[in-house]
Structures are given as C-alpha cells and as structure tokens.
C-alpha cells in the first residue's frame, strides 16, 4: 500500500505539473518570449527549489494542519492521493488548468468528515485566501496593466524585445518557485502524514514530476496563454509578478492557495483591458475553466469519501 501511495504521489504530481505549468510560463509562452521545452525544464528546476527553501509550511498544514495527521494512515493517503488525482486528470483531459490545492484540501475535508474531526479554524484561513488573492490579483493586473499597455507599441520597447523577453522568462521562473513552495505540498503532505516518507525525502522524489508534467500535458498552455487572450510581453511580467508574490504570501501563512486560480484570473485581468470585463466573463474558455473549477472539488470530495467507505477505513 505504500509503494502504491508513493505511485499515486508521483502521478499526482506528473498531473500537477500539466495543471501547474500554465500560470508559471502561459503568459511568456504566449508572448512568445519562451518555447514549450525549455519552459518545462525551466518549471521543473524552479518547483524543485521553491520546495526545498520555501515549502515546509504548507507541507504542515497538508499533513496535519487540516486533518489531524493521527487519522491519516497508509490507506487514507492513499485514497486521498487517488481522489486528488482522478480528479484533476479529468480537468488536465479537458485542457483546463484546475487547482491541485482545491482538490487536495476537498480530498483532506472529506476525510475529516468521514472521521468527524477537522480543524475548522485552519480552513476558515485557508477558504479567505482561496477569495481574497484571487479578487487581488485581477484587480492589481487589470491596474497595472491599463497603466502599462499603453507602453506597448512605443520605440524604446520595440527596440529592447530580447531583454524584456529574458525578464518575462525570469519572471516565469519566478513564478515556478511559488508554485514549489506551495504546491508540492498536495503530493508530499499525505506521505508525510503517513509516516511513508519525510519531508525532505518526499521533495526530492516527487518535486522533478513537476517537469515532466509540464511536457506531457503542453496543450492547456495553448488553452490558458493563448485562447483566452493575446498577452505582451509587460503583461507577462505583470501576470507573473503578481501572482507569485500572492502565492509566496499564502505560503508564509501555510495555506495551500489555487495556484491556477491566480494564473488564470490575472491572464483575464489582462484581457479585460483590451476586450473587457464582459467580453473575458462570457468567453467560453472561461465559462469551461470557471466550471471545473467548481466540479474538480466536489468530485474529489464525493470519490474520496466513498473510496473510504469501500475500503472500510477505521
């Protein structure tokens, strides 16, 4: 069973790594600043570190911030991990960036429902982030980026397009690093808790699976980077900078954030200033993504909490 839990975790991670990818490198993909290959090296090097320096309070809270770790045996993780997974391979399947946060910390409430134990004031904090940062971050785009386009097309940027490409790139990068100290977690948290492996060991094995997600699941950059709008390159810096600042901010709290969430409502946050806000809200693409956004979750809870019946899990 735990050879299978640690299989779970690495195609779980292989998932998020396709789901995670596009809020790192959509926008400099978009921009044409980066190719796909290159971008998942760059994502998979980033995750790894951002893990390593900046990921041990998530990692917490995941494994026993929610749930009180005495709960979560060998079978648990593993039914968590299956649920999570399932749940976001159907949405990677849909070429629609989901948060691997929402459904693990869905897959962790079922679990404490089934037990009837959770720490509620640990979710009350985690559920004011998943709102709060979102709102943030496509406020603070759509500023920055209103007070920025404008710049476009001038001369001077015309004239320095390799150095903002490098920039946008690092900016990627630095987005990549949040989404470790963060989203690494989703995957390690339950081992942990489980006692499988340790904090460190379950870094080191699961974090470069991020990498070869973002190269097996290249198509939901198209969908998140170029269907929902044409993105420059100053709105990739502002869609990059932004949202890792947020999710970074989130880490230090230990909450696990929706990483896509960020990405995806920045990106629109963009596009609103050259379509408009009604334009970006009745967008297909974003109708699709809003609406897995909502049914990912709610499928890992339901799986989970059946799977734990099946298994008559004490």
């Known amino acids: 069973m735990s050879f299978l839990a640690v299989t779970l975790a690495v195609l779980f991670a292989i998932n998020m790594g396709g789901s995670g990818m596009s809020p790192a490198f959509a926008a400099p ?8 290959r290159h971008a998942a090296l760059l994502f998979g090097i980033f995750v790894l570190l951002g893990a390593f320096l900046s990921g041990d309070r998530v990692v917490g809270t995941v494994s026993d911030g929610i749930v009180s770790q005495e709960f979560i045996n060998t079978k648990v993780a593993f039914v968590i991990l299956l649920s999570a ?12 960036s989901v948060s691997t946060s929402s459904v693990t910390v869905f897959s962790l409430i079922s679990v404490g429902l089934y037990f009837r ?6 979710l009350a904090m985690v559920f004011s982030f998943w709102v709060a940062l979102p709102v943030v971050a496509y406020i603070l785009t759509y500023i920055l980026a209103k007070m920025l386009f404008p710049f476009e097309g001038r001369p001077w940027i015309n004239k320095h397009q390799r150095l903002l490409k490098v920039f946008v790139v690092l900016t990627g990068c630095y987005v990549a ?3 470790g100290s963060n989203n690494v977690a989703n995957a390690v948290g339950p081992l942990v808790a489980a006692d499988i492996v340790t904090e460190n060991m379950g870094i080191l094995l699961i974090g470069p699976f991020f990498g070869v997600g973002g190269l097996l699941f290249r198509k939901i950059l198209h969908t998140v980077g170029q269907e929902i709008t044409g993105i420059g390159l100053l709105g990739a810096a502002v869609n990059g900078i932004i949202i890792a600042s947020l999710l970074l901010l989130s880490s230090a709290f230990g909450a696990p954030e929706p990483m896509v969430m960020l990405g995806a409502v920045s990106i629109m946050g963009i596009g609103s200033v050259s379509k408009g ?3 970006i809200a009745t967008h297909q693409v974003v109708r699709k993504i809003f609406t897995l956004w909502v049914v990912s979750p709610l499928l890992s809870l339901v799986v989970t909490y059946l799977l734990l019946l099946l298994m008559h899990v004490k």
Not at 29 to 36: H, P, S
Not at 117 to 122: E, I
Request: a positive charge.
């Open 29 to 36: 993909f978009g921009a044409k600043a980066v190719g796909r």
């Open 85 to 96: 997974t399932t749940s976001l391979f159907i949405a990677n399947l849909c070429r629609v």
């Open 117 to 122: 134990q959770l720490y509620l004031a640990t």
């Open 177 to 179: 690093y949040s989404i």
């Open 277 to 279: 806000h009604k334009f």
